[in-house]
């Protein structure tokens, strides 16, 4: 058959690919597009080292088509940082250590920009609950969340 | 595989009941893509319903609440009018998954899914609620109670699927609960749920109450003889008792790696008596 055509946005940048439909968007922004910032990490949802921000909501790539993008604005761990500037939670994950061998990174760092996008000043309990599909084996999480609630705090001037 | 995202109800019937290979729906994938990424099934046809207005919108009609399909778990918990009105269901749709698959998952997933385990499936029974149904003889109301049939079956024929559910509008003086049971705080598959839905008079007397399990059968099921030992009762301990005897006594669970059949049965005893109680005191506030 023949593959997909799909026009979408990433990162605010209008993009075309082609795909095969059991392609997850994973996938195509892997493979096809070559933005491997994005992880996987358990193929089914349950890790979130693949976490995107199609139209304003934080889902798994690995859960959703590349066919789906169609139309969609989606945002990668790649549009994250502005040029040569860090974003602040990038920043603050890196002065709490608050990673250790990097395959979680990319997905809670987007994780964490959609949580401070709705909620610029989270408690350490919502900061753990909006994680809490965010899977992580070095780190045991608590220099995530204080790299979070840290970021916070900058981003609203404090 | 062929992937379709049609933009009407009609277009997505004609290709279900196109007489090609039988599609599967998509709606958010949350199961789906699992499934298709494991090999569990292998469909020559997708047939994506996210397009399709009626099952992705929220609204009221003539006071019913009307929940498309593919309206995700996000979307529903911030709706503050379904809240209102239902918040049993919608704290079932919350409590499915992550954050990342609340941005996905929905209702008529959940549904189709049929798993007995399925958190929303005891709410929305318990809430009455109906499925508008589509299919090549038109649109038609399936009580959600009549949907699955056994593990992963659906009594949902050829080229039909389930745009919609509608939740009629509450009588004053009724709420609905929902609880489940995991082993751990948040993101597992229920042991037992339990959702319960009744209302009271204005001397607090239960006029109406259904009480429907889940993970404790093959299927959710709907324990009418447990809400019928709430009505006429003003919920009290005795109450409470008879329709606990009745939750247990329609209990017909399996053993598994979750919980024995023994324990779920126990479970399911419990959780309807704290569901029942968090529906009362809702439906007192709500009066």
């Known amino acids: ?158 | 595989m062929q992937y379709e995202a049609p933009e009407s109800v009609e277009a997505a019937v004609r290709l279900l009941s196109g007489g090609g290979p039988r599609g599967r729906v998509l709606a958010g994938g949350t199961d789906l893509l699992v499934q298709l990424r494991a090999g569990v099934i292998t469909p020559q046809l997708v047939v994506d319903i996210k397009r399709i207005r009626e099952s992705r919108e929220i609204r009221e009609e003539d006071g019913m609440l009307v929940v498309g399909a593919a309206v995700t778990g996000a979307e529903l918990g911030e709706h503050a009018r379904a809240k209102s009105m239902w918040p049993g269901v919608v704290e079932s749709a919350e409590l499915i998954g992550s954050t990342q698959i609340q941005g996905r998952a929905s209702l008529g997933g959940n549904l189709c899914n049929a798993s007995p385990a399925a958190d929303t499936v005891p709410a929305l029974v318990a809430a009455a609620a109906e499925c508008r149904v589509a299919g090549p003889n038109g649109m038609r109301r399936v009580p959600v109670e009549d949907v699955c049939t056994g593990p992963g079956q659906l009594s949902l024929g050829d080229g039909e699927f389930i745009v919609a559910f509608e939740l009629a509008a509450p009588p004053p003086g009724s709420a609905d609960a929902y609880l489940r049971f995991i082993p751990r705080t948040e993101m597992d598959i229920a042991v037992v749920g339990a959702g319960v839905n009744l209302s009271l008079d204005e001397s607090g007397r239960c006029t109406a109450a259904r009480v429907a399990l889940g993970a404790v059968a093959p299927t959710v099921i709907l324990a009418e003889e447990a809400g019928a030992a709430l009505v006429g009762t003003e919920c009290d301990d005795s109450a409470m008792e008879a329709m606990v005897a009745a939750v247990r006594a329609a209990c017909r669970p399996i053993d598994d790696k979750r919980g024995t059949a023994e324990y779920r049965t126990k479970v399911a005893g419990v959780l309807a008596t704290r569901a029942a109680r968090i529906a009362a005191t809702r439906a007192r506030e709500a009066r």
């Open chain 1, 1 to 158: 058959m023949a593959r997909a055509h799909v026009i979408t946005t990433v990162n605010g940048d209008p993009v075309e690919f082609l795909c095969d439909t059991e392609q997850t968007l994973l996938d195509v922004l892997r493979d096809e597009l070559h933005l491997t910032g994005s992880k996987e990490g358990c193929a089914s949802g349950d890790c979130g080292a693949c976490s995107v921000i199609v139209d304003g909501r934080l889902v798994c790539a690995c859960l959703m088509l590349g066919v789906e993008a169609q139309g969609h604005s989606i945002e990668t761990i790649e549009g994250m940082a502005g040029g040569d500037r860090l974003h602040p939670l990038q920043t603050k994950f890196l002065e709490h250590a608050a990673l250790q061998c990097g395959v979680c990174t990319p997905g809670f760092l987007v994780a964490a920009k959609s949580l401070l996008e709705r909620n610029p000043d989270p408690t350490e309990t919502e900061v753990r609950y909006w994680l809490a599909g965010n899977l992580c084996r070095c780190t045991g999480y608590d220099k995530i969340v204080r790299a979070v609630l840290d970021a916070a705090q900058e981003m609203r001037g404090g």
